[in-house]
């Protein structure tokens, strides 16, 4: 079984253009969160879509938004980039997004902003 | 806010020796999990410990959760090498029935088991 696939692995981008990360879940998973990784903050939760729906939002500026394909296919875009926007970005998926359900994580995009 | 705290933060150790990293949370929660993650890889799941009381153990790591003391514990047992990584607790904010996923992790536990 195909695990969580993230596209690109590495991107290179300078300030005030914008990006947009894609992610593949597990297939028959319908849940998908994303998640900034940063050595200064640490892991921080960014957005969770299901059925095409954001159903959670964590504390990030409205530069970044996301949606969430019928396939469940996920994208996540950041606009007007910073240089504090560089960071590794995870996308986890799972079957229905309950707190029950065990989370898999893709292998992560490497955002560098210059 | 929800905050997650893990100490240490890091820890050396030799092999065989037993060791606790400690992750306590602010609110309320009976939602807690273990991560690993090695250099420049993903997360892997560990552990889901869904109830006061939970322990769950797999080969050499055991996680443990108690609700009142806002305190979950992963507890290392004749540490070997490939144990060598960075471990991270995340506490679900949401816990009542049918809660979604908004996880808040602790700063992670570097861990190097050494020879």
């Known amino acids: 079984k195909a695990g969580v696939t993230q596209t690109p692995r590495y991107l290179i981008k300078t300030r005030g253009q914008q990006v947009t990360l894609s992610c593949s879940p597990i297939?028959?998973?319908?849940?998908v969160s994303w998640y900034q990784q940063t050595p200064g903050q640490g892991l921080q939760f960014l957005f969770e879509?299901?059925?095409?729906?954001?159903?959670n939002k964590g504390n990030f500026p409205g530069r970044f938004s996301g949606r969430q394909f019928s396939n469940s296919r996920s994208e996540m875009n950041v606009s007007t980039l910073e240089l504090g926007d560089s960071a590794l970005y995870l996308c986890?998926?799972?079957?229905?997004?309950?707190?029950?359900?065990?989370?898999?994580f893709g292998p992560g995009t490497r955002l560098t902003v210059l | 806010e929800l905050k997650v705290e893990q100490n240490p933060l890091f820890l050396s150790m030799q092999e065989g020796k037993n060791y606790t990293i400690y992750c306590n949370y602010s609110?309320?929660?009976?939602?807690l999990y273990w991560y690993r993650q090695d250099p420049g890889k993903s997360l892997e799941s560990l552990f889901v410990?869904?109830?006061?009381?939970a322990v769950k153990q797999e080969g050499r790591l055991m996680a443990s959760l108690d609700t009142k003391a806002r305190l979950s514990t992963l507890h290392i047992t004749a540490a070997v090498h490939d144990l060598s990584a960075t471990y991270f607790c995340?506490?679900?904010?949401?816990?009542?029935?049918?809660?979604?996923?908004?996880?808040?992790f602790g700063k992670g536990t570097l861990l190097t088991v050494n020879p």
């Open positions: 297939s028959g998973h319908r849940s």
């Open positions: 995340a506490v679900d904010a949401h816990f009542s029935g049918g809660s979604n996923y908004k996880l808040t």
């Open positions: 410990l869904l109830s006061n009381g």
């Open positions: 986890a998926s799972s079957r229905q997004g309950g707190d029950t359900d065990t989370q898999y």
């Open positions: 609110t309320t929660s009976d939602r």
């Open positions: 879509y299901f059925s095409e729906t954001q159903r």
